[in-house]
Every structure is written in C-alpha cells, then in structure tokens.
C-alpha cells in the first residue's frame, strides 16, 4: 500500500492470498478505525474556522461553490492565518500521481489590522534543494519586474509529515509549501474580448522580458495555465516561477533528468525533437518564447469563435498533445491558413498570422530555407526576430494600439469544445468573459 508522505519509507510487503488470510480485510478495518486523521489523508493543517458573522463571510461566499459553504484556515505559519474556499483550479482532478502537485485556492485574509480582502493561496509540494518560489518574487520585485505578483506572506508548512523523499538514488526530497500572492485573478481563458487575450498576454510576455533582461531569470513554464487576468485592472501577470533558473547556471539540477521543462503543450518544438541530444537540451530564452505563441495558438483554437468546424477544431487541438508533438507543432506553425483563415476579427486574425509565420520560420529546417529565400528577400532577419523579445513585444503594442479593435466586445472567450470541459468550467468561462474589460 502506498503512502504519499512517506516515500523513500514505505515498505513494501511479500505477496499474499487475501481470500486465504484475513491481513486486507483486518488492514482495512484498522485504517477505517483509527482516530488519527492523517492516516485517512486528511490535510490536518486544514481546520474548520469558527462560526464568523455573516457579513464577514458574504464577500467570500462569492466565489465559493454552493454545495461547500464551510470555511476553512490553511495555516502557512505561526503569523499568519488565510480562509479559503473552494479550489480554485480543480485540485481533487490531478492528471498525473508525479509531480508537485500543485493546487490553489480562493482565500479570505481576515487578520486583525488588515482590511478584509480575496487572495490566491497556492499549495505546493517544491523541491527542498531549489530556491523558494517567494524568493524568486523578491528578487523580481527588486529588479523592477512590471507584472509580477508579491508573496504577502509564504513559507514550508510546519511538521514532519510535511516532508517526504531523500536526495538519493536519483530521488530528491520535497517540502510542502505554501505561499499567498499579492493580488487575485483570473485565468487568461476568461477574456473578455480577443483585445484583452492579446493585452494580458503582453503583459505576461513583458514580465518574462525584464525578468530575463533585469534579473537573468527564465520561467521555464510558459503556458496557459501561468498567465492571469488581474481582476481589478485587467493587466496580465505572469506567475508560477517556482522552476525558474538563473540563465547563467548552465548546470542541470541534480534531480531533473533533462533540462526541458514546462507544459508539454506549450513546449517548444526544438525542445520536444525526439532526436535532441541531453546536451543540447538546456532552456533556452528561444523556447519560452515559442511558448507565448503556442499559448495564444491554443486559446485561439478552444476558445475564439471562428467558422472552424468542431471536428477540424478537434483535430488541431489534438496537436498539442500527440505522441509526435513536435511534428504536430511544427505543421501548426507552418501551415496556419486552416486554423486561422475563418476568424472573424480581421485585426486578431493579422496579429496570429504574423506571429505564427515568424515562429514557424523559426523552427523551419535547413532543407526548407533555399526555397523560402526565393520568395523572402529579408528571410534571415525575420528568423533572428524571434531570438529576442524586442521584435515581438514591439509588434504586440502596435497591433494593440488599434482603437477599432480595442472598442470591440462581441468576441469575448466563448468555449468551442464544451465536451471537454465540466460544467463548473463552462461557467466560470462564461461568467468571467462577461465581466467589462
């Protein structure tokens, strides 16, 4: 039997009959049985609060789902208390039994001498060797990185089962941790127009430009799931940086098996090439780069309505997560017109088309490149644009100078593939893509 707080300790038994011994049924009566509420996976740092007036707990109530009203303290340390509400990105559906196991949830800051207010508290599992996710976002403060939440409060949650692993045999040990941004939003998949998609993403795309430039830092996790939509300015904020890495460590951590790292949808193409050499795997700012398109190609795909059939729809969306992923991006990038030809906002539609035709550039192979010069004069410039975040930041500005576009507001994000999502999603989709920019 396994147990998640204990790895590197769980001993695992000889084979037995449990029709021919009573050791499953007793086991189990036993663990069914016990007082000791760790022992039925119940967070014991999760305790009930007590009973709060009713107009304390109405702004809370907002964003709680109506079948769990019961508030709850989260203790992040002996200073600090949060009240949380329900996950706010689904934590009880975690795709993999590996990982950090990364949740986060809606909280409620009520301590005395601060104003009541809604927060994000994000509940992880980090890797004891690397630098805090905190301190990541101190150091990015420090430097002047725009668009970057601060850690209100954060730290390693107190007791021993909070710790598992060892720094041994290719394992490593983890801590649970929490920490508590300074500010609450909501996923880009909420935008209220295609206008404010590309807005947040520029601004997400901005931080990891004076992150790289300010603090020689490289997120490593571009992806959907990173950038949110700041609930009272609209701006976007790129976050999760706890697999940061300074771009002057060239050292592959001890317990990464390879230095390509993030969302395998969102990953870049040269960094999914089954034919990449270890040492040629390390991140490079190219990668995160890629990334920002490959997101805004993804949101396009499930959630800007266009004449796209459902079924082609699918089957573009099918690419980000096929066993030959890179090859799949690779024909995303380089042949856009199926995709993108049927939007209906001609002003996102220019905005893609370039962005997409400079990455498929690129990523285009060296057999590609002859017959490509014959038809672009400029073919080497338009390929080195992507080496840096000057040319892109600057084509997002001008395209979001347009006032046509910006006065827009019928396309707002829309679900495409609602089969895919559960009904809580749709919703919150909806809800939010409502909400005035």
């Given at each position: 039997m396994g147990d998640n707080t204990c790895v590197g300790v769980t001993e695992v038994l000889a084979l037995f009959s449990w029709t021919a011994t009573a050791y499953l049924q007793e086991s189990t009566w036993r663990l069914y049985h016990t007082e000791d509420a760790r022992r039925h996976g119940h967070d014991t740092t999760l305790v009930p609060l007590k009973p709060m007036v009713t107009t304390e707990l109405e702004q809370p109530a907002k964003c709680q789902d109506s079948r769990r009203m019961i508030p709850f303290t989260k203790s992040l340390s002996t200073v600090r208390r949060e009240e949380s509400s329900d996950p706010l990105l689904s934590p009880n559906r975690h795709g993999?039994?590996?990982?950090?196991?990364?949740?986060?949830?809606?909280?409620?800051?009520?301590?005395?001498?601060?104003k009541p207010r809604l927060v994000l508290l994000k509940d992880f599992w980090r890797v004891a060797s690397d630098r805090r996710e905190s301190d990541v976002y101190a150091k990015l403060k420090t430097e002047g990185v725009p668009y970057i939440y601060d850690a209100v409060i954060a730290g390693?949650?107190?007791?021993?089962?909070?710790?598992?692993g060892a720094d041994r045999?290719?394992?490593?040990?983890?801590?649970?941790?929490?920490?508590v941004p300074s500010r609450l939003g909501r996923p880009i998949t909420t935008f209220?127009?295609?206008?404010?998609?590309?807005?947040?993403?520029?601004?997400?795309?901005?931080?990891?430009?004076?992150?790289?430039?300010?603090?020689?830092?490289?997120?490593?996790?571009?992806?959907v799931g990173n950038i949110?939509?700041?609930?009272?300015?609209?701006?976007?904020?790129?976050?999760?940086?706890?697999?940061?890495?300074?771009?002057?460590?060239?050292?592959p951590r001890t317990h990464e098996r390879t230095e390509s790292k993030g969302t395998l949808q969102f990953r870049s193409g040269r960094l999914l090439d089954p034919d990449l050499e270890p040492g040629e795997a390390l991140h490079?700012?190219?990668?995160?780069?890629?990334?920002?398109?490959?997101?805004?190609?993804?949101?396009?795909?499930?959630?800007?309505?266009?004449?796209?059939?459902?079924?082609?729809?699918?089957?573009?969306?099918?690419?980000?997560?096929?066993?030959?992923?890179?090859?799949?991006?690779?024909?995303?990038?380089?042949?856009?017109?199926a995709p993108l030809s049927l939007l209906s906002s001609p002003h996102f539609k220019s905005l893609l088309l370039g962005l997409q035709f400079h990455a498929g550039l690129h990523r285009a192979g060296e057999d590609y490149l002859p017959m490509l010069r014959e038809v672009c004069a400029d073919l080497d410039q338009r390929i080195e644009r992507m080496n840096t975040h000057d040319w892109m930041e600057d084509y997002l500005d001008k395209c979001l100078a347009n006032e046509e576009w910006k006065s827009t507001t019928h396309d707002g994000s829309e679900d495409q593939m609602p089969t895919l999502a559960t009904k809580r999603e749709r919703e919150e989709v909806n809800r939010n893509s409502q909400e005035p920019k």
């Open positions: 993999y039994p590996m990982g950090c196991g990364t949740r986060c949830f809606v909280a409620y800051d009520h301590n005395d001498g601060v390693d949650v107190p007791g021993k089962l909070q710790e598992c045999n290719g394992l490593h040990r983890l801590v649970h941790f929490r920490v209220a127009s295609t206008w404010q998609l590309v807005k947040a993403l520029s601004c997400a795309f901005k931080a990891h430009h004076q992150a790289f430039k300010k603090a020689r830092s490289l997120h490593r996790d571009v992806s949110l939509i700041d609930t009272s300015t609209g701006d976007g904020y790129l976050i999760d940086w706890h697999i940061a890495k300074s771009i002057d460590d060239e050292a490079k700012v190219t990668d995160d780069i890629e990334s920002f398109v490959q997101v805004l190609l993804w949101i396009t795909l499930r959630y800007v309505k266009s004449g796209l059939h459902f079924q082609s729809r699918k089957t573009f969306l099918a690419y980000f997560d096929s066993e030959s992923v890179a090859v799949s991006k690779m024909m995303l990038l380089t042949n856009p017109n």
